[in-house]
């Protein structure tokens, strides 16, 4: 994948395959989440470390899934990846995808450059459908992935306890390529 830039207010946001050097950056990004968005679960922890980020960016770079960072003057403002909806060899044309904007950006458009480029990638790599699950009172992501053409596929209510409360996910699905109107292409064995 190039690294492709698009206008994010007057200056440009880069987006490009994460690297080693990004690490940190995304789990601060993250750490952010938990402690005080929509990620946050009942103890305020739940964010990776290093190496499990470093171990999920190393299998993912061995497959076709993508795991990008938008970039904004040098410095990591977002980043997102898509991975297997399910491990079962009749899912492995659907991938899930995550997407986490640092808290300073949002509203900037970075989110939407990084839906953009894991559509695009998952598409390119043969993936037929992207799934994502969304907390159901994020209402700026459910409208931007609404923009991009997923739908609502289900309501899992109270899935999660966030905020002394609990709280909806909403699945949201899209097709990608052909979608379901072909089948896939008949790949060779072990692949």
Not at 29 to 44: F, K, L, Q, T
Not at 74 to 87: D, I, N, S, W
Request: glycine content about 8%.
């Amino acid at each position: 994948m190039n690294e492709t830039a698009a206008r994010a207010s007057d200056e440009a946001v880069l987006v490009r395959p994460s690297r080693e050097s990004d690490v940190e950056a995304m789990l601060a990004i993250y750490r952010h989440h938990v402690s005080n968005g929509v990620a946050r679960d009942i103890e305020g922890t739940g964010a990776p470390e290093p190496d499990d980020l470093r171990d999920r960016r190393k299998n993912l770079k061995q497959t076709r899934l993508p795991h990008l960072v938008a970039t904004f003057r040098g410095e990591v403002v977002g980043y997102a990846y898509a991975v297997l909806f399910r491990k079962r060899p009749a899912y492995r044309y659907t991938a899930k995808h995550s997407i986490y904007v640092h808290h300073e950006q949002l509203g900037r458009g970075i989110g939407r450059l990084l839906l953009q480029e894991l559509i695009d990638a998952c598409a390119a790599a043969g993936f037929r459908q992207m799934i994502g699950y969304i907390d159901a009172d994020n209402a700026p992501s459910l409208a931007l992935h609404e923009k991009f053409g997923f739908a609502r596929a289900g309501l899992l209510c109270g899935v999660a306890y966030r905020h002394g409360r609990w709280s909806d996910t909403v699945m949201v699905q899209r097709s990608l390529g052909a979608g379901t109107t072909a089948p896939p292409p008949v790949m060779a064995p072990g692949r």
